[in-house]
């Protein structure tokens, strides 16, 4: 569809495009980190590219990997019709120097994506104006799309009644259990068990 | 004491700090639960910051927990309104990582279902918009409509919001026989509803000044945003994903894209009755093309239960169902983007498997979360009351735009 795109970044940024695949239609460059935004800019700048619009951006993480977390950026022409996907990896096993520039003052959309990637996967943009959590509260601690965040953890901010305090007894559904609710076709991944309860 | 006209504007001495206003997050103007907070000059809106995230549910968490066909009944609830779109273009994201395409049937079943919700979410958004400006009849009439929609999928689902009603590989079930009749006897009715509340409303000098030229966006700017849907078109751009890049059989049926000029809020309110009418035309000729017999599901035993009556006969298809229900259908390793036209805009799935039963990830791209994010920008400079028409044509839902 766009392999046009990917010659093109491959051309003009030559090793800082780590790698490239078409797989299943979607054109994908895999980018260096340090080049995020100048990618993004040459790409939004140039004619011939025209990339428009911000459709989307998602952090997706590997915990054994290193570097860890994948943030996945989507793009699409309006005028030229064609779309692409950068993906830049970052951060190590405790998502220490997972910063990546932020691309807000090239599409004003990226805004609230970039939060909400930040709030999320815990991946932090350099020179976003308001890089605040989004989604969740800002008491909130840890981010919950990191795999190792454990999924039945729960962070009321108003503390659970006891029967103590209720007078009488609760009869409350305990949240879902390590494993439960999960099939058997797991494999080769971490499993909940394997994720430190605190 | 001196008449208050001979004073010099300068002397007077009137609070001149910025207030605070805190509109929401259950406001009853707002369809969804969401918060603006407001710095305001007497009643001009100098900054807000909109705040969303109250309808958290972790949607994208969830996912990675079950099966992907446990995926369905959490798609339906990212927009309530229009579930079967919702519904679809999840299916459709899965078919293109498993390399399936279902039969011609079932394509027809879907457009014509996924129109009938879109129908219902611009009637929601349409009447909802109104009766917050006050105009309750037009409301109670586009519900009306709606209803009948919600009939006629109740009558195919069983359910009239929530339907789960995609499968990976098909449908849950194929159209019922009375399915084209009861859309063909709806479709004019719908139509008639629209049209009666339409002139209700279109004809009314306060309702349009509260909508024509408030709030309006440029093309460019809508686009940087990454505004999809009726609200991109509204400001000119023809982007829909329909006509743009298509999928299932819209490339076959023929259908205009309406668009505005302004990109004001009575633009993104007529481009949605617009839509409904457009709706109707692929409706139509869906149904005409559908055929009445023959498969609606893929014949792919690696996504499909087999038929139950093999099922409770058979050992062969009493191990396939086990596995597929307890581990769930395989989907080969890799990543793909899938985008629909939802009914706010465009509704992309990025799913990333593993090679096993359970999605490694599933992002969703809700067309509302960028809307939403525009909407500061939409306000500055706007007054006070300007907020509620604004707000209403965006159409926010809360299960979407905050996952």
Redesign the interface.
């Known amino acids: 569809m766009s392999q046009l795109v990917l010659d093109a970044l491959k051309a003009r940024f030559g090793t800082a495009i780590l790698e490239t695949h078409s797989?299943?239609g979607?054109d994908?460059a895999i980018i260096e980190p340090t080049r995020w935004k100048a990618v993004c800019q040459f790409l939004h700048d140039e004619p011939s590219m025209d990339f428009?619009?911000?459709?989307?951006l998602?952090g997706?993480?590997y915990p054994g990997r290193l570097p860890r977390m994948e943030v996945?950026m989507?793009l699409y022409s309006?005028s030229r019709?064609h779309?692409i996907?950068l993906k830049a990896r970052v951060g190590d096993e405790d998502m220490e120097d997972a910063v990546l520039d932020s691309v807000t003052s090239i599409?004003?959309?990226?805004?609230?994506?970039e939060r909400?990637v930040f709030d999320?996967s815990g991946v932090r943009f350099r020179g976003h104006p308001d890089l605040r959590?989004?989604?969740?509260?800002p008491e909130f601690v840890g981010h919950?799309?990191q795999?190792t965040?454990p999924?039945q953890r729960t962070q009321p901010l108003v503390a659970y009644r006891t029967e103590q305090e209720a007078g009488m007894p609760i009869e409350k559904l305990r949240p879902?259990g390590v494993d439960e609710?999960?099939?058997?076709?797991?494999?080769?991944?971490p499993r909940a068990t394997d994720v430190k309860e605190d | 004491m001196e008449p208050l006209d001979e004073v010099e504007e300068g002397e007077l001495e009137l609070p001149a700090e910025p207030m605070h206003l805190n509109m929401g997050p259950s406001h009853p103007a707002t369809h969804g639960t969401v918060r603006i907070v407001l710095e305001l000059s007497g009643e001009t809106i100098l900054k807000s910051d909109v705040q969303v995230g109250y309808l958290h549910r972790g949607f994208e968490k969830m996912c990675e927990r079950g099966t992907w066909a446990q995926v369905f009944p959490y798609v339906d609830r990212l927009n309530y309104v229009s579930p079967m779109l919702n519904n679809v273009g999840y299916a459709l994201a899965v078919e293109k990582m498993c390399g399936l395409v279902v039969p011609d049937r079932c394509q027809w079943y879907r457009m014509a279902l996924g129109e009938l919700a879109r129908i219902s979410d611009h009637l929601t958004c349409d009447g909802a918009m109104a009766m917050e400006l006050g105009a309750f009849t037009p409301f109670l009439w586009f519900i009306k409509a709606r209803e009948m929609v919600w009939d006629i999928l109740e009558e195919e689902t069983g359910a009239r919001m929530t339907h789960s009603f995609g499968r990976i590989g098909g449908m849950a079930s194929p159209p019922t026989p009375d399915f084209k009749a009861q859309c063909r006897a709806a479709l004019p009715t719908i139509v008639e509803l629209v049209e009666e509340g339409e002139k209700m409303l279109l004809k009314n000098r306060i309702f349009l000044d509260r909508l024509e030229n408030v709030a309006p966006i440029s093309g460019k700017d809508a686009t940087h945003l990454g505004w999809t849907g009726p609200c991109l078109r509204a400001a000119g751009v023809a982007y829909d994903i329909r006509k743009s890049h298509p999928y299932l059989k819209y490339d076959e049926v023929d259908f205009d894209v309406p668009v505005g000029t302004n990109g004001d809020t009575l633009d993104r309110f007529l481009v949605r009755l617009a839509e409904i009418r457009q709706s109707r035309r692929i409706i139509e000729q869906s149904l005409d093309r559908m055929a009445d017999d023959g498969p609606v599901n893929c014949d792919d035993p690696r996504v499909l239960l087999p038929n139950k009556l093999d099922v409770y006969t058979t050992i062969e298809a009493t191990i396939q169902h086990f596995k597929l229900i307890m581990e769930g259908a395989k989907v080969p390793k890799g990543e793909c983007y899938s985008y629909t036209e939802g009914g706010n805009g465009e509704l992309g799935y990025y799913i990333v498997s593993d090679g096993s039963g359970t999605p490694y990830r599933i992002r969703i791209r809700p067309p509302c979360f960028q809307i939403v994010g525009g909407l500061s920008k939409l306000l500055e400079g706007r007054m006070l009351s300007d907020i509620v028409p604004t707000f209403g044509s965006l159409n926010m839902i809360g299960g979407e735009c905050d996952h």
């Open positions: 797989d299943y979607d994908t428009d619009m911000p459709v989307d998602a997706v993480d996945v989507h309006v019709g779309r996907r599409w004003s959309g990226m805004n609230w994506l909400e999320m959590r989004i989604l969740m509260y919950p799309l795999r965040y999924a879902f609710g999960m099939p058997f076709g797991r494999n080769g991944l």
